[in-house]
């Protein structure tokens, strides 16, 4: 069946970096583009970077311009958010997730946490 | 950037009651790109509606969305044990956001 599988999350340091990774299955990877979404803890959902499927095309939100990279490798189905320069704002569980059948995002992975604390 | 604006933050209600949840936007929403999710504790959001009133697969049909514009509406004919979890609306119209939730909670 259709799956998203977050992996990469843990607790850094304000300012350091980390790679979160999602690894896709049941579905033709290279045929749709892929989000990162995140929610702080108690807070709302925020999208955050989206990538076209060939990876030509890649948009962020302001909040994480210049400090977040996506891609994506499709020989190995992996979508991949490098996290730099992180804040303590930062820390949320991130959501690989996707529109798949519909307009909507109708494929979610679990999440990943990710805590950025001194 | 369209802001979408959920009213009210919290809904108090009691099992097979009506619920009705509101989403604003602060621009108009073209081609109805609006979709309804449900979250509950410790999940991934999972999409109710798409194109503003379509249900997803599985979906039941005590779910049902409505509106165009800038106003719609997510409502839940008879709200079951299930039901009581968080909602948010979202567009892709103008970059892609989210609102800020509603929680129905049990009264």
């Known amino acids: 069946q259709v799956q998203l599988v977050e992996s990469g999350g843990g607790v850094v340091q304000p300012g350091t970096s980390l790679r979160l990774s999602c690894a896709a299955s049941g579905f033709t990877f290279t045929s749709y583009a892929m989000h990162w979404v995140r929610q702080a803890p108690g807070k709302g959902l925020e999208w955050v970077t989206v990538i076209s499927y060939d990876g030509s095309n890649k948009y962020y939100a302001d909040s994480v311009k210049d400090r977040f990279t996506i891609s994506r490798d499709n020989s190995k189905n992996t979508l991949f958010l490098q996290l730099s320069s992180l804040r303590a704002e930062d820390t949320a569980v991130y959501y690989c997730?996707?529109?798949?059948?519909?307009?909507?995002?109708?494929?979610w992975g679990q999440g990943t946490m990710v805590t950025v604390s001194s | 950037e369209i802001v979408l604006t959920q009213s009210p933050g919290t809904l108090s209600l009691s099992p097979g009651e009506r619920a009705t949840l509101s989403c604003r936007a602060s621009?108009?929403?073209?081609?109805?790109?609006l979709a309804w999710y449900q979250q509950k504790f410790g999940q991934a959001p999972r999409l109710l509606i798409s194109g503003a009133s379509s249900r997803a697969t599985g979906i039941p049909d005590r779910f049902s969305g409505s509106g165009s514009g800038t106003d719609f509406t997510l409502t839940i004919s008879r709200l079951e044990p299930e039901d009581f979890a968080v909602y948010y609306c979202?567009?892709?119209?103008?970059?892609?956001?989210f609102g800020g939730g509603t929680r129905v909670e049990i009264k």
């Open positions: 997730a996707s529109f798949i059948t519909t307009d909507a995002f109708d494929v």
């Open positions: 979202q567009q892709f119209s103008s970059s892609l956001t």
């Open positions: 621009q108009s929403v073209s081609n109805n790109y």
